[in-house]
């Protein structure tokens, strides 16, 4: 990949990649130190990456990348796990809040191929490319996240 490939990558996919990240997150500065890595690696391996497949190369390396971040963050943050999680609610919660609650019971993976497929409409064969997966495993992982999702959005206590 020469110098000016890379700056079209950049102009090219810099807000998807950002986009697809901070939605697994919720933090934009977190967000966007795993995108500038991400593009790091990518200028550092730019002479092994072909054009052609930088989309797939950039998304593989900023998936890792906030595997890493969520997992770093796990392990810092172990007490967060126990706190209560009964609290007084708002009646009427907004749909968008409901969503981000019921994301948020997923695992990074499910998440991951949630927003991938439903929020960045990516392929499945795309999907298993960036994420390491078998087009097979992620069809399955998809389809069971979907079913976790339907299970948390149906209950009326989250409704109301």
Same mark, same amino acid.
């Given at each position: 990949? !020469?110098?000016?490939?890379?700056?079209?990558?950049?102009?090219?996919?810099?807000?998807?990649?950002?986009? =697809?990240?901070?939605?697994?997150?919720?933090?934009?500065?977190?967000?966007?130190?795993?995108?500038? !890595?991400?593009?790091?690696?990518?200028?550092?391996?730019?002479?092994?990456?072909?054009?052609?497949?930088? @989309?797939?190369?950039? =998304?593989?390396?900023?998936?890792?990348?906030?595997?890493?971040?969520?997992?770093? *963050?796990?392990?810092?943050?172990?007490?967060?796990? =126990? @706190?209560?999680?009964?609290?007084?609610?708002?009646?009427?919660?907004?749909?968008?809040?409901?969503?981000?609650?019921?994301?948020?019971?997923?695992?990074?993976?499910?998440?991951?191929?949630?927003?991938?497929?439903?929020?960045?409409?990516?392929?499945?064969?795309?999907? *298993?490319?960036?994420?390491?997966?078998?087009?097979?495993?992620?069809?399955?992982?998809?389809?069971?996240?979907?079913?976790?999702?339907?299970?948390?959005?149906?209950?009326?206590?989250?409704?109301?």
């Amino acid at each position: 990949m !020469t110098e000016k490939e890379y700056n079209e990558c950049v102009s090219q996919y810099a807000d998807n990649v950002f986009r =697809f990240i901070f939605k697994n997150l919720r933090h934009e500065e977190d967000a966007r130190d795993v995108v500038q !890595t991400a593009f790091e690696k990518l200028w550092r391996n730019r002479e092994g990456v072909l054009y052609e497949k930088s @989309k797939s190369y950039l =998304f593989a390396v900023a998936y890792n990348q906030m595997i890493d971040h969520i997992r770093k *963050g796990k392990r810092v943050s172990l007490k967060d796990e =126990f @706190k209560e999680e009964t609290s007084i609610q708002e009646p009427k919660q907004s749909l968008k809040r409901i969503l981000e609650e019921a994301l948020s019971r997923l695992n990074e993976t499910q998440r991951s191929l949630i927003m991938l497929k439903d929020y960045e409409g990516y392929s499945y064969e795309e999907i *298993g490319k960036i994420t390491g997966l078998s087009e097979s495993q992620v069809k399955v992982y998809l389809h069971r996240a979907r079913l976790q999702l339907k299970e948390y959005l149906v209950k009326i206590e989250n409704l109301v």
